[in-house]
């Protein structure tokens, strides 16, 4: 008789928990990969082409024929491969507002497989947001919404105004802030904003932050997860701690961004990466879910954890994560256990940004 050997639920539960996050995630990657377009060399895009066609230029033999090229030209006349459903998204819309074409960027299929590939992606547990893909996903329902009307579908600055304003709504309803929509939309994307399109985002907006509110999907009547309201009021010497904590986050800001360059100019160099990023997906995805199952923090979702973070201590209140230490040795291990989740989510953070399933516009490459 074969003894089989005792499991603890705790094995079983951590073991449950990586197979799910790199399952899902790898489920995003493949679901992302299948948006690949190929731009040819022998393709011209022009900025008037809004059903994003392309205008051909002389035949490839033809050319090559009459103007011999030089190896150089060929390696810049080579093929423009990219993702249209990866990464944010944000970098690619003011790229597509400043007059470029994407081909199927802001197309159907685009925007039904970012929708899945992000509900995915975030479900895995990925040191990875979804407000950057709200703007992309919502700019795509505007260009959509384009193509019904004639007025609309055959002039560009009309239709460049409605994606602007499709791309305020995007984080009107990431972040819950109508005004911080058209604030983005104004200084961040769109390159003409006259003044009549600035009344037409903020009313977009309004309709954006109103329809959420209506169908309430967080089940607590926010707009958002970590909205919070104080009921005492902030003291004077608080002001050296805000002050501290902005200052800091400039400084992690930066040393993030530098990080995040150099991982993907060592790491992402190396053949089988690059040639195969469902590879990468996995690896991240398997470090991830190792990681992240002992620190409680690490398990939450940030804007859960941010809303306990943000919310003040009450003694009639639940504190679900425990961070509400009720004397004075508990306070501690508290901030021992938020000290290494940041540490653990910022290194996550770093090596997760860039990959397919939330791959920023620099995954753009050339093929000979």
């Avoid at 150089?72 to 507002?97: C, D, K, Q, T, W």
Wanted: with cysteine; net charge positive; aromatic share 12%.
């Amino acid at each position: 008789m074969i003894r089989i050997p005792y499991i603890s639920e705790a094995v079983v539960e951590y073991g449950v928990f990586v197979i799910m996050v790199v399952t899902l995630a790898s489920l995003s990657c493949l679901l992302t990969l299948t948006t690949k377009t190929i731009v040819p060399s022998t393709y011209r895009i022009t900025t008037l082409d809004e059903n994003f066609g392309a205008v051909t230029r002389l035949p490839a033999d033809e050319a090559s024929a009459n103007n011999p090229k030089t190896p150089e030209e060929l390696e810049v006349s080579a093929p423009m491969v990219y993702y249209s459903a990866a990464g944010s998204g944000v970098a690619e819309v003011r790229v597509i507002l400043s007059g470029f074409v994407l081909h199927g960027f802001l197309g159907v299929k685009t925007l039904v497989i970012k929708t899945a590939a992000l509900v995915l992606s975030v479900a895995s547990g990925l040191s990875l947001g979804k407000e950057g893909p709200f703007v992309h996903i919502a700019t795509c329902v505007g260009n959509i919404a384009c193509r019904l009307f004639a007025k609309y579908d055959h002039n560009d600055a009309k239709r460049r105004e409605v994606l602007s304003a499709a791309a305020a709504a995007g984080v009107a309803v990431a972040f819950g802030a109508p005004l911080g929509g058209v604030l983005f939309s104004l200084e961040e994307v769109s390159y003409f904003f006259p003044a009549k399109t600035l009344f037409r985002t903020f009313l977009c907006c309004i309709c954006a932050a109103l329809t959420l509110k209506f169908l309430n999907p967080y089940g607590n009547g926010k707009i958002v997860i970590f909205e919070v309201r104080y009921i005492t009021d902030w003291e004077f010497f608080e002001l050296a701690s805000f002050i501290a904590v902005g200052m800091m986050g400039g400084a992690t800001g930066a040393l993030f961004i530098k990080a995040s360059r150099r991982w993907a100019q060592s790491f992402r160099k190396i053949r089988i990466i690059k040639r195969w990023p469902l590879f990468e997906v996995m690896m991240v995805a398997l470090l991830t879910g190792c990681v992240s199952y002992w620190n409680p923090f690490t398990k939450v979702p940030v804007a859960k954890l941010l809303f306990n973070l943000a919310a003040p201590c009450s003694v009639d209140k639940h504190d679900e994560l425990g961070l509400c230490p009720q004397s004075i040795d508990e306070i501690f291990p508290v901030v021992q256990q938020l000290a290494i989740a940041f540490f653990v989510k910022g290194i996550l953070t770093i090596i997760t940004f860039g990959i397919v399933s939330c791959q920023p516009f620099s995954f753009f490459e050339n093929k000979l």
